[in-house]
Protein backbone atom coordinates (compact mmCIF):
# COMPACT_ATOMS: atom_id res chain seq x y z
CA UNK A 1 0.00 0.00 0.00
CA UNK A 2 1.52 2.65 -1.07
CA UNK A 3 0.89 7.25 0.38
CA UNK A 4 1.48 9.45 -2.68
CA UNK A 5 1.96 13.20 -2.27
CA UNK A 6 -0.85 15.10 -4.27
CA UNK A 7 1.74 18.44 -4.62
CA UNK A 8 4.61 16.50 -6.27
CA UNK A 9 3.56 13.04 -7.10
CA UNK A 10 5.63 11.50 -5.08
CA UNK A 11 6.00 8.10 -3.03
CA UNK A 12 6.15 9.16 0.74
CA UNK A 13 4.94 6.13 2.51
CA UNK A 14 4.66 2.32 2.08
CA UNK A 15 3.31 -0.60 4.02
CA UNK A 16 2.18 -4.30 3.55
CA UNK A 17 -1.26 -5.02 4.07
CA UNK A 18 -2.12 -7.36 6.49
CA UNK A 19 -3.25 -10.88 5.73
CA UNK A 20 -6.34 -12.83 6.89
CA UNK A 21 -4.33 -14.40 9.63
CA UNK A 22 -2.63 -10.89 10.63
CA UNK A 23 -5.96 -9.29 10.70
CA UNK A 24 -7.69 -12.01 12.83
CA UNK A 25 -4.01 -12.07 15.33
CA UNK A 26 -5.05 -8.40 15.75
CA UNK A 27 -8.24 -8.66 16.83
CA UNK A 28 -7.95 -11.52 19.32
CA UNK A 29 -5.04 -9.29 20.76
CA UNK A 30 -7.69 -6.47 20.71
CA UNK A 31 -10.12 -8.51 22.72
CA UNK A 32 -7.35 -10.35 24.70
CA UNK A 33 -6.00 -6.39 26.08
CA UNK A 34 -10.06 -5.92 26.67
CA UNK A 35 -10.80 -7.82 29.00
CA UNK A 36 -7.71 -6.59 31.25
CA UNK A 37 -8.38 -2.84 29.79
CA UNK A 38 -12.12 -2.59 31.16
CA UNK A 39 -11.13 -3.16 34.68
CA UNK A 40 -8.85 -0.06 35.15
CA UNK A 41 -10.13 3.11 37.10
CA UNK A 42 -10.61 6.22 35.45
CA UNK A 43 -7.84 7.70 37.10
CA UNK A 44 -5.38 5.01 35.60
CA UNK A 45 -6.81 5.67 31.82
CA UNK A 46 -6.65 9.47 32.68
CA UNK A 47 -2.97 9.68 33.49
CA UNK A 48 -2.35 7.81 29.86
CA UNK A 49 -4.56 10.13 27.91
CA UNK A 50 -2.95 13.17 29.45
CA UNK A 51 0.76 11.27 28.18
CA UNK A 52 -0.99 10.94 24.80
CA UNK A 53 -2.08 14.87 25.08
CA UNK A 54 1.38 15.90 26.33
CA UNK A 55 3.08 13.53 22.78
CA UNK A 56 0.83 15.42 20.62
CA UNK A 57 2.13 18.21 21.45
CA UNK A 58 5.76 17.58 22.35
CA UNK A 59 5.84 16.08 18.95
CA UNK A 60 2.89 18.08 16.86
CA UNK A 61 6.07 18.86 13.88
CA UNK A 62 6.59 15.25 13.29
CA UNK A 63 2.86 14.39 12.85
CA UNK A 64 1.74 17.63 10.93
CA UNK A 65 4.47 16.42 8.50
CA UNK A 66 3.10 13.12 8.12
CA UNK A 67 0.10 14.44 7.20
CA UNK A 68 0.92 16.97 4.33
CA UNK A 69 3.12 14.22 2.91
CA UNK A 70 0.59 12.00 2.56
CA UNK A 71 -2.71 14.38 2.18
CA UNK A 72 -1.69 17.66 1.13
CA UNK A 73 -2.98 19.64 3.99
CA UNK A 74 -1.54 22.92 4.72
CA UNK A 75 1.25 22.84 7.52
CA UNK A 76 0.09 25.58 9.32
CA UNK A 77 -3.04 23.90 9.45
CA UNK A 78 -2.23 20.65 10.05
CA UNK A 79 -0.73 21.63 13.29
CA UNK A 80 -3.69 23.30 14.39
CA UNK A 81 -5.27 19.86 13.60
CA UNK A 82 -2.83 18.25 16.28
CA UNK A 83 -2.69 20.48 18.72
CA UNK A 84 -6.87 19.56 18.31
CA UNK A 85 -6.80 16.05 18.97
CA UNK A 86 -4.09 16.89 21.93
CA UNK A 87 -7.81 18.93 23.26
CA UNK A 88 -9.58 16.28 23.19
CA UNK A 89 -7.70 14.28 25.13
CA UNK A 90 -7.65 16.93 28.15
CA UNK A 91 -11.26 16.74 28.32
CA UNK A 92 -11.87 13.05 28.22
CA UNK A 93 -9.14 12.92 30.26
CA UNK A 94 -10.99 15.52 32.78
CA UNK A 95 -14.42 14.93 32.50
CA UNK A 96 -14.78 11.13 30.90
CA UNK A 97 -15.83 9.87 34.75
CA UNK A 98 -18.24 12.17 35.49
CA UNK A 99 -20.06 11.23 31.59
CA UNK A 100 -20.26 8.08 32.44
CA UNK A 101 -20.87 8.19 36.02
CA UNK A 102 -23.75 6.04 37.98
CA UNK A 103 -27.27 7.86 37.15
CA UNK A 104 -29.55 7.38 40.00
CA UNK A 105 -33.39 7.60 38.92
CA UNK A 106 -36.31 7.26 41.60
CA UNK A 107 -38.51 4.58 41.35
CA UNK A 108 -40.52 1.91 43.75
CA UNK A 109 -37.09 0.01 44.14
CA UNK A 110 -34.86 0.01 47.20
CA UNK A 111 -32.20 1.66 44.52
CA UNK A 112 -32.37 1.92 41.21
CA UNK A 113 -29.87 3.34 38.58
CA UNK A 114 -28.51 3.48 35.11
CA UNK A 115 -24.63 2.54 34.47
CA UNK A 116 -22.39 2.62 31.34
CA UNK A 117 -20.02 -0.19 31.23
CA UNK A 118 -17.81 -0.53 28.10
CA UNK A 119 -18.76 -3.24 25.43
CA UNK A 120 -15.27 -4.15 24.01
CA UNK A 121 -13.56 -3.78 20.63
CA UNK A 122 -14.85 -1.76 18.35
CA UNK A 123 -13.85 -0.67 14.48
CA UNK A 124 -13.49 2.47 13.20
CA UNK A 125 -13.19 3.22 9.45
CA UNK A 126 -11.85 6.34 8.71
CA UNK A 127 -11.30 8.61 6.03
CA UNK A 128 -7.85 11.20 4.91
CA UNK A 129 -9.24 14.86 5.08
CA UNK A 130 -8.85 15.10 8.72
CA UNK A 131 -6.54 11.78 9.33
CA UNK A 132 -5.33 12.29 13.01
CA UNK A 133 -9.04 14.24 14.41
CA UNK A 134 -11.52 11.83 12.41
CA UNK A 135 -9.91 9.51 14.46
CA UNK A 136 -8.91 10.71 18.07
CA UNK A 137 -12.12 11.64 17.97
CA UNK A 138 -13.39 8.34 18.32
CA UNK A 139 -10.56 6.98 19.69
CA UNK A 140 -9.95 8.96 23.26
CA UNK A 141 -13.87 8.29 24.27
CA UNK A 142 -13.61 4.63 23.13
CA UNK A 143 -10.91 4.06 25.38
CA UNK A 144 -11.89 6.41 28.42
CA UNK A 145 -14.88 4.45 28.37
CA UNK A 146 -13.08 1.11 28.65
CA UNK A 147 -13.21 -0.18 25.11
CA UNK A 148 -10.29 -0.92 22.76
CA UNK A 149 -10.07 0.83 19.41
CA UNK A 150 -8.89 -1.10 15.73
CA UNK A 151 -8.85 1.50 13.12
CA UNK A 152 -9.46 0.63 9.10
CA UNK A 153 -7.98 4.12 7.86
CA UNK A 154 -7.92 5.61 4.71
CA UNK A 155 -5.56 3.96 2.14
CA UNK A 156 -3.80 7.21 0.99
CA UNK A 157 -2.75 7.90 5.28
CA UNK A 158 -1.48 4.68 5.84
CA UNK A 159 1.62 6.73 7.84
CA UNK A 160 -0.95 8.81 9.76
CA UNK A 161 -2.13 5.37 10.53
CA UNK A 162 0.94 4.16 12.41
CA UNK A 163 1.50 7.32 13.41
CA UNK A 164 -1.20 7.62 15.62
CA UNK A 165 -0.81 3.79 17.39
CA UNK A 166 2.53 5.48 17.69
CA UNK A 167 1.15 8.06 20.07
CA UNK A 168 -1.15 5.89 22.72
CA UNK A 169 2.18 3.38 22.26
CA UNK A 170 4.26 6.57 23.10
CA UNK A 171 2.09 7.80 25.84
CA UNK A 172 2.17 4.42 28.04
CA UNK A 173 -1.11 2.11 26.86
CA UNK A 174 -0.59 -0.99 27.11
CA UNK A 175 -0.35 -2.99 23.62
CA UNK A 176 -3.63 -3.72 22.05
CA UNK A 177 -5.12 -0.41 23.21
CA UNK A 178 -5.46 0.63 20.25
CA UNK A 179 -4.47 -1.07 16.76
CA UNK A 180 -3.71 0.55 12.89
CA UNK A 181 -5.20 -1.81 10.29
CA UNK A 182 -3.23 -1.56 7.37
CA UNK A 183 -6.29 -3.01 4.62
CA UNK A 184 -8.10 -2.16 1.71
CA UNK A 185 -11.88 -1.86 2.21
CA UNK A 186 -12.40 -4.85 0.90
CA UNK A 187 -11.35 -6.33 4.20
CA UNK A 188 -13.71 -4.06 6.06
CA UNK A 189 -16.31 -6.79 5.95
CA UNK A 190 -14.37 -9.71 7.13
CA UNK A 191 -13.87 -7.85 10.30
CA UNK A 192 -17.27 -6.42 11.22
CA UNK A 193 -18.42 -9.89 11.09
CA UNK A 194 -15.67 -11.20 13.25
CA UNK A 195 -17.25 -12.29 16.83
CA UNK A 196 -15.10 -9.86 18.92
CA UNK A 197 -15.66 -6.61 17.50
CA UNK A 198 -18.70 -5.19 18.70
CA UNK A 199 -19.47 -2.04 16.98
CA UNK A 200 -18.60 -0.01 14.20
CA UNK A 201 -18.44 3.87 13.55
CA UNK A 202 -17.45 5.59 9.92
CA UNK A 203 -16.84 8.70 8.92
CA UNK A 204 -16.72 8.82 4.86
CA UNK A 205 -19.38 8.95 2.32
CA UNK A 206 -22.82 7.76 2.08
CA UNK A 207 -21.79 4.78 -0.41
CA UNK A 208 -19.19 3.59 2.11
CA UNK A 209 -21.72 4.18 5.39
CA UNK A 210 -24.46 2.50 3.81
CA UNK A 211 -22.18 -0.72 3.16
CA UNK A 212 -20.51 -0.83 6.34
CA UNK A 213 -24.39 -0.12 8.11
CA UNK A 214 -25.62 -2.84 5.67
CA UNK A 215 -23.15 -5.36 7.20
CA UNK A 216 -22.91 -4.29 10.85
CA UNK A 217 -26.82 -4.69 10.48
CA UNK A 218 -26.42 -7.91 9.53
CA UNK A 219 -24.69 -8.99 12.63
CA UNK A 220 -27.03 -6.75 14.77
CA UNK A 221 -24.25 -4.37 15.81
CA UNK A 222 -24.02 -0.95 16.64
CA UNK A 223 -22.52 1.63 14.14
CA UNK A 224 -22.24 5.49 14.33
CA UNK A 225 -22.16 7.24 11.21
CA UNK A 226 -20.69 10.72 9.94
CA UNK A 227 -21.31 11.03 6.63
CA UNK A 228 -21.30 13.97 3.82
CA UNK A 229 -23.01 17.50 4.54
CA UNK A 230 -23.86 20.31 2.00
CA UNK A 231 -23.97 23.06 4.74
CA UNK A 232 -25.94 26.20 4.08
CA UNK A 233 -23.54 29.66 5.25
CA UNK A 234 -27.12 32.28 5.12
CA UNK A 235 -26.51 35.91 5.08
CA UNK A 236 -29.04 38.39 5.96
CA UNK A 237 -28.59 41.81 5.09
CA UNK A 238 -28.03 42.99 8.99
CA UNK A 239 -24.87 40.86 9.50
CA UNK A 240 -21.69 42.31 10.25
CA UNK A 241 -19.91 41.99 6.92
CA UNK A 242 -16.65 42.15 7.56
CA UNK A 243 -16.63 39.50 10.05
CA UNK A 244 -18.81 37.79 8.03
CA UNK A 245 -16.76 38.08 4.61
CA UNK A 246 -13.77 36.71 6.88
CA UNK A 247 -15.68 33.32 8.38
CA UNK A 248 -17.84 32.56 5.70
CA UNK A 249 -14.02 32.36 3.49
CA UNK A 250 -12.70 30.21 6.36
CA UNK A 251 -15.86 27.55 6.66
CA UNK A 252 -15.33 27.31 2.44
CA UNK A 253 -11.51 26.78 1.92
CA UNK A 254 -9.82 25.85 5.18
CA UNK A 255 -8.31 22.33 4.60
CA UNK A 256 -8.62 23.32 0.26
CA UNK A 257 -12.00 22.91 1.39
CA UNK A 258 -11.76 18.67 1.69
CA UNK A 259 -14.01 18.98 5.06
CA UNK A 260 -17.39 17.36 5.36
CA UNK A 261 -19.05 20.04 7.66
CA UNK A 262 -17.86 22.86 5.29
CA UNK A 263 -20.01 25.69 3.71
CA UNK A 264 -20.39 24.69 0.93
CA UNK A 265 -23.57 26.34 -0.55
CA UNK A 266 -23.71 30.37 0.02
CA UNK A 267 -27.41 31.73 0.50
CA UNK A 268 -27.04 35.86 -0.26
CA UNK A 269 -30.13 38.47 0.57
CA UNK A 270 -30.86 39.94 -2.57
CA UNK A 271 -30.39 43.41 -1.14
CA UNK A 272 -26.71 42.71 -0.14
CA UNK A 273 -25.46 40.10 -2.71
CA UNK A 274 -23.76 42.34 -5.07
CA UNK A 275 -21.33 44.38 -2.36
CA UNK A 276 -21.00 40.73 -0.60
CA UNK A 277 -20.24 39.08 -4.08
CA UNK A 278 -17.47 42.09 -4.62
CA UNK A 279 -15.85 41.62 -1.10
CA UNK A 280 -15.85 37.81 -1.04
CA UNK A 281 -14.21 37.23 -4.28
CA UNK A 282 -12.11 39.33 -3.48
CA UNK A 283 -10.71 37.67 0.04
CA UNK A 284 -11.13 34.59 -1.81
CA UNK A 285 -8.35 35.86 -4.79
CA UNK A 286 -6.43 36.71 -1.59
CA UNK A 287 -5.86 33.43 -0.37
CA UNK A 288 -2.30 32.09 -1.47
CA UNK A 289 -1.79 28.79 -2.77
CA UNK A 290 1.15 26.94 -2.95
CA UNK A 291 3.26 24.15 -1.66
CA UNK A 292 1.84 22.38 1.52
CA UNK A 293 5.00 22.73 3.53
CA UNK A 294 4.85 26.33 3.14
CA UNK A 295 4.04 27.62 6.67
CA UNK A 296 2.10 30.68 4.61
CA UNK A 297 0.22 28.29 2.54
CA UNK A 298 -3.47 28.28 3.06
CA UNK A 299 -5.13 26.88 -0.22
CA UNK A 300 -2.71 23.38 -0.66
CA UNK A 301 -3.77 20.48 -3.28
CA UNK A 302 -6.84 18.29 -3.35
CA UNK A 303 -5.77 14.62 -1.56
CA UNK A 304 -6.06 13.26 -4.76
CA UNK A 305 -6.20 13.54 -8.78
CA UNK A 306 -9.20 12.32 -9.59
CA UNK A 307 -11.08 13.87 -6.68
CA UNK A 308 -9.72 17.16 -8.40
CA UNK A 309 -11.28 16.02 -11.45
CA UNK A 310 -14.72 15.23 -10.05
CA UNK A 311 -14.70 18.49 -8.63
CA UNK A 312 -13.81 20.15 -11.73
CA UNK A 313 -16.66 17.76 -13.59
CA UNK A 314 -19.66 18.83 -10.82
CA UNK A 315 -17.99 22.92 -11.59
CA UNK A 316 -18.64 22.25 -15.60
CA UNK A 317 -22.34 20.60 -14.71
CA UNK A 318 -23.29 24.17 -13.30
CA UNK A 319 -21.32 26.36 -15.62
CA UNK A 320 -23.41 24.21 -18.73
CA UNK A 321 -26.63 24.59 -16.95
CA UNK A 322 -26.12 28.40 -16.48
CA UNK A 323 -23.70 29.23 -13.50
CA UNK A 324 -21.20 31.88 -14.01
CA UNK A 325 -17.74 31.64 -12.31
CA UNK A 326 -16.70 34.57 -10.72
CA UNK A 327 -12.91 33.57 -10.02
CA UNK A 328 -10.89 30.26 -10.18
CA UNK A 329 -12.11 27.72 -12.03
CA UNK A 330 -9.02 26.19 -13.41
CA UNK A 331 -7.55 22.95 -12.20
CA UNK A 332 -3.77 21.63 -12.70
CA UNK A 333 -3.44 18.10 -11.71
CA UNK A 334 -4.31 17.61 -7.75
CA UNK A 335 -4.35 21.31 -7.19
CA UNK A 336 -7.53 23.34 -7.95
CA UNK A 337 -8.13 27.31 -7.67
CA UNK A 338 -10.17 28.45 -5.11
CA UNK A 339 -13.28 29.23 -7.25
CA UNK A 340 -16.86 31.29 -6.49
CA UNK A 341 -19.59 30.72 -8.95
CA UNK A 342 -22.52 32.58 -8.79
CA UNK A 343 -25.88 32.05 -10.10
CA UNK A 344 -26.61 28.23 -8.58
CA UNK A 345 -30.13 27.47 -8.35
CA UNK A 346 -31.36 23.91 -6.59
CA UNK A 347 -31.14 21.60 -9.74
CA UNK A 348 -27.72 22.79 -10.51
CA UNK A 349 -25.15 19.77 -9.59
CA UNK A 350 -23.20 22.60 -6.86
CA UNK A 351 -26.43 22.94 -5.15
CA UNK A 352 -27.75 19.35 -4.32
CA UNK A 353 -24.37 17.32 -4.82
CA UNK A 354 -21.55 17.79 -1.74
CA UNK A 355 -18.67 19.52 -3.19
CA UNK A 356 -15.62 18.33 -1.71
CA UNK A 357 -12.97 20.97 -2.36
CA UNK A 358 -12.03 24.63 -3.10
CA UNK A 359 -15.61 25.74 -4.89
CA UNK A 360 -18.28 27.41 -3.70
CA UNK A 361 -22.10 28.18 -5.05
CA UNK A 362 -23.92 31.16 -4.32
CA UNK A 363 -27.44 31.43 -4.54
CA UNK A 364 -29.75 34.30 -3.63
CA UNK A 365 -33.18 35.00 -1.21
CA UNK A 366 -35.47 37.28 -0.45
CA UNK A 367 -37.36 36.15 2.89
CA UNK A 368 -36.85 34.25 6.35
CA UNK A 369 -39.03 31.91 5.05
CA UNK A 370 -37.43 31.32 1.56
CA UNK A 371 -34.11 30.80 2.86
CA UNK A 372 -35.26 28.26 5.55
CA UNK A 373 -36.58 26.32 2.32
CA UNK A 374 -33.20 26.67 0.79
CA UNK A 375 -31.32 25.45 4.08
CA UNK A 376 -33.71 22.53 3.94
CA UNK A 377 -34.09 21.93 0.02
CA UNK A 378 -30.65 19.20 0.58
CA UNK A 379 -30.72 15.49 1.31
CA UNK A 380 -27.70 16.37 3.82
CA UNK A 381 -27.92 17.71 7.29
CA UNK A 382 -25.25 18.21 9.07
CA UNK A 383 -24.78 21.82 9.81
CA UNK A 384 -26.53 25.48 8.98
CA UNK A 385 -24.34 28.94 9.16
CA UNK A 386 -27.05 31.96 10.36
CA UNK A 387 -25.08 35.32 10.04
CA UNK A 388 -27.34 38.11 11.38
CA UNK A 389 -27.21 40.83 14.20
CA UNK A 390 -30.38 40.08 15.01
CA UNK A 391 -30.35 37.25 17.69
CA UNK A 392 -34.13 37.02 18.32
CA UNK A 393 -34.84 36.33 14.81
CA UNK A 394 -31.85 33.85 14.65
CA UNK A 395 -33.45 31.93 17.78
CA UNK A 396 -36.75 32.11 15.82
CA UNK A 397 -35.32 30.25 12.93
CA UNK A 398 -33.45 27.69 14.81
CA UNK A 399 -35.79 24.86 15.35
CA UNK A 400 -37.01 25.47 11.71
CA UNK A 401 -33.69 24.14 10.23
CA UNK A 402 -33.27 19.89 9.25
CA UNK A 403 -29.52 19.83 10.39
CA UNK A 404 -28.28 18.58 13.14
CA UNK A 405 -26.08 21.89 14.11
CA UNK A 406 -27.09 25.42 13.95
CA UNK A 407 -24.05 28.25 14.11
CA UNK A 408 -24.96 31.86 14.14
CA UNK A 409 -22.16 34.27 13.08
CA UNK A 410 -19.56 31.11 13.45
CA UNK A 411 -18.87 28.40 10.96
CA UNK A 412 -19.93 24.75 11.98
CA UNK A 413 -16.98 23.00 13.82
CA UNK A 414 -16.68 20.16 16.19
CA UNK A 415 -16.02 21.18 19.77
CA UNK A 416 -14.97 18.03 22.36
CA UNK A 417 -17.62 19.58 24.73
CA UNK A 418 -20.27 19.13 22.17
CA UNK A 419 -22.10 16.25 20.16
CA UNK A 420 -21.39 15.97 16.78
CA UNK A 421 -23.21 14.82 14.11
CA UNK A 422 -26.24 14.63 11.24
CA UNK A 423 -29.56 14.13 10.42
CA UNK A 424 -30.81 12.67 6.34
CA UNK A 425 -28.00 10.94 4.40
CA UNK A 426 -25.36 12.91 6.59
CA UNK A 427 -25.37 9.98 9.02
CA UNK A 428 -26.45 9.10 12.77
CA UNK A 429 -25.39 9.14 16.05
CA UNK A 430 -23.01 11.71 17.27
CA UNK A 431 -19.51 11.62 18.43
CA UNK A 432 -17.96 14.08 21.27
CA UNK A 433 -19.12 15.43 24.84
CA UNK A 434 -21.28 13.36 26.94
CA UNK A 435 -23.50 12.08 23.95
CA UNK A 436 -20.75 10.82 22.16
CA UNK A 437 -18.72 8.66 24.58
CA UNK A 438 -21.99 6.94 25.40
CA UNK A 439 -22.50 5.86 22.22
CA UNK A 440 -20.61 2.65 23.00
CA UNK A 441 -20.87 1.39 26.02
CA UNK A 442 -23.20 -0.92 27.65
CA UNK A 443 -26.48 1.35 29.12
CA UNK A 444 -27.24 -0.95 32.11
CA UNK A 445 -30.52 -0.32 33.88
CA UNK A 446 -30.50 -1.71 37.80
CA UNK A 447 -33.07 -2.21 39.59
CA UNK A 448 -32.87 -3.66 43.53
CA UNK A 449 -36.20 -4.12 45.29
CA UNK A 450 -35.39 -5.68 48.91
CA UNK A 451 -38.98 -7.62 50.24
Same mark, same amino acid.
Given at each position: ?6 ? +? ?61 ? /?? #? ?21 ? *? ?11 ? *? %? ?11 ? @? ?11 ? !? ?9 ? +? ?19 ? !? ?14 ? +??? #? ?10 ? *? ?5 ? #? ?18 ? %? ?8 ? !????? /??? =???? =? ?43 ? /? ?12 ? @?? #? ?16 ? =? ?7 ? !? ?10 ? /?????? %? ?21 ? *? ?18 ? @? ?5 ? &???? $? ?11 ? &?? =? ?18 ? $? ?8
Amino acid at each position: MKSINPY +NQEVVYEIDELTEEQINQAIDKADDRFLSWRKTSFSERSKLMYAAATELKKNKKEYAEAMTLE /MG #KPISQAIAEIEKCAWVCEYYAEN *AEKHLSDRNIETD *A %ELSYVSYEPIGVV @LAVMPWNYPYWQV !FRFAVPALMAG +NIGILKHASNVMHCGEKIQQI !FERAGFPEGCFQHLPI +NSD #KVEGVIKNKKVK *AVTLTGS #KPAGSAVASTAGSEIKKTVL %ELGGSNALVV !FPDCN /MEE =TIKT =TVQARFQNTGQSCIAGKRLLIHQSVVEEFKDKYVSAVRHLKSGDP /MDKNTYIGTVARED @LA #KDLEDQLQKSVDAGAKIL =TGGKRDKAY !FEPTVVDGVTTD /MTLFHE %ETFGPVIGITTFETEEEAVKLVN *ASDFGLGVSVFTEDLDRAKK @LIPKFDD &GAVF $INELVKSDPRLPF &GG =TKISGYGRELSEDGIREFVN $IKTVYIHKY
